[in-house]
């Protein structure tokens, strides 16, 4: 199995970056310098002002180290890395069933992984939360239950034989609707109201929650990206979501059924544990809501402990670290792809 290599995540605006024999060294003027040794490395994610030295860069490229440069937001602008070598046959068939019967079906399992995921967080707070569905919280029942019973409808729907990826589309997109409608109902904010969510809302984000989950999507569509070259398919063209230049369309794709368990649980957990607050986010001119320097912190360290979790893969029957889960998914797409399996199988979380 793939072992689970370290995303080097520099948030501090004056920290630079440089090559230290085969090791990475990390320079700031307030505090020692630290150290990490390149082969422990799969990739860098720089926020804004944090400089890398050109040695460092070439070195990174030669060694298949992804370097991801974000401005101060958060919001990606590049990405750096190397010749990449991508399986020219596989990369046919991922372009063929792009305009295919296949690539229906593979939006179909995405889809429906997505929902049930989506289903599943929902169900899980109104089994950890009994109150949730008593007097104490009549509110939160009763907008939770309805809205598993209608995410259990939109999959049966889902399971048509004669839907299209337009149709597909629209059911993802209805499901998304019931989905964070009762979002706000998950969040423990009687005590910090400002982190209420008031729907879903991005470029800009509108609110705390909001600012959370877009950050979190970043982290994890740049693993998603990474797996999918990791097996040699083309990140650009997808399946579920239209090509547009610039767009990682395929790594999108592939996070849709990893969104509710791996960035939306862990924003939840992130506000109920208190661990982020009110005070964690800054408001720009124009409505904007961002994480504070100090919070996206706060978020890194949190991402990176879930992803060393192991979780059983409810297809392989193995347990591996939450972090490789992408990973997995991209070698099931590309053996589908290869006709090696009948279908792809999403990742369900139970």
């Given at each position: 199995m793939k072992q689970l290599l370290n995303t080097l995540y520099v948030t501090t605006p004056g920290t630079g970056l440089r090559k230290d024999g085969e090791t990475v060294l990390i320079e700031r003027e307030d505090s020692l310098p630290g150290r990490i040794p390149m082969h422990m490395l799969g990739s860098l994610v720089v926020f804004g002002g944090?400089?890398?030295?050109?040695?460092?860069?070439?070195?990174?490229?030669?060694?298949?180290?992804?370097?991801?440069?974000?401005?101060?937001?958060?919001?990606?602008?590049?990405?750096?890395?190397?010749?990449?070598?991508?399986?020219?046959?596989?990369?046919?068939?991922?372009?063929?069933?792009?305009?295919?019967?296949?690539?229906?079906?593979?939006?179909?399992?995405?889809?429906?992984?997505?929902i049930a995921n989506q289903r599943a967080v929902l169900m899980r707070t109104l089994r950890d939360r009994p109150e949730a569905g008593s007097d104490a919280d009549t509110e939160a029942g009763s907008a939770l239950r309805p809205a598993t019973e209608r995410l259990a409808d939109i999959l049966r729907r889902l399971r048509r034989p004669d839907q299209d990826i337009d149709a597909l589309r629209g059911l993802e997109g209805e499901a998304g609707q019931v989905y964070f409608a009762v979002f706000d109902h998950l969040l423990r904010t009687d005590t910090d109201p400002v982190l209420r969510f008031h729907g879903r809302s991005r470029r800009p984000p509108r609110d705390a929650t909001n600012a959370l989950l877009s950050f979190l999507y970043t982290l994890l569509v740049h693993d998603c990206r990474a797996a999918l070259e990791s097996v040699g398919l083309d990140p650009a063209v997808g399946f579920l979501h239209r090509d547009r230049p610039g767009r990682p369309s395929l790594a999108l794709d592939l996070m849709e059924e990893l969104r509710p368990i791996l960035?939306?649980?862990?924003?939840?957990?992130?506000?109920?544990?208190?661990?982020?607050?009110?005070?964690?986010?800054?408001?720009?001119?124009?409505?904007?809501?961002?994480?504070?320097?100090?919070?996206?912190?706060?978020?890194?360290?949190?991402?990176?402990?879930?992803?060393?979790?192991?979780?059983?893969?409810?297809?392989?029957?193995?347990?591996?670290?939450?972090?490789?889960?992408?990973?997995?998914?991209?070698?099931?797409?590309?053996?589908?792809?290869?006709?090696?399996?009948?279908?792809?199988?999403?990742?369900?979380?139970?």
């Open positions: 944090v400089w890398i030295s050109p040695p460092l860069i070439e070195a990174c490229a030669s060694g298949g180290i992804t370097i991801v440069l974000l401005n101060r937001q958060g919001r990606f602008q590049a990405r750096i890395e190397g010749p990449v070598s991508g399986n020219v046959l596989l990369r046919r068939a991922q372009y063929k069933a792009s305009e295919s019967a296949v690539g229906t079906g593979i939006v179909q399992a995405i889809v429906a992984g997505k960035a939306d649980r862990l924003a939840l957990s992130l506000i109920n544990r208190r661990q982020i607050q009110g005070s964690d986010i800054r408001a720009l001119d124009g409505g904007a809501v961002l994480l504070t320097d100090d919070a996206r912190k706060t978020v890194l360290t949190a991402w990176q402990e879930r992803k060393r979790e192991s979780r059983r893969h409810p297809f392989l029957g193995e347990s591996a670290p939450i972090g490789l889960v992408p990973f997995l998914q991209a070698q099931m797409l590309a053996r589908h792809l290869r006709g090696d399996l009948d279908a792809y199988p999403p990742w369900l979380w139970k």
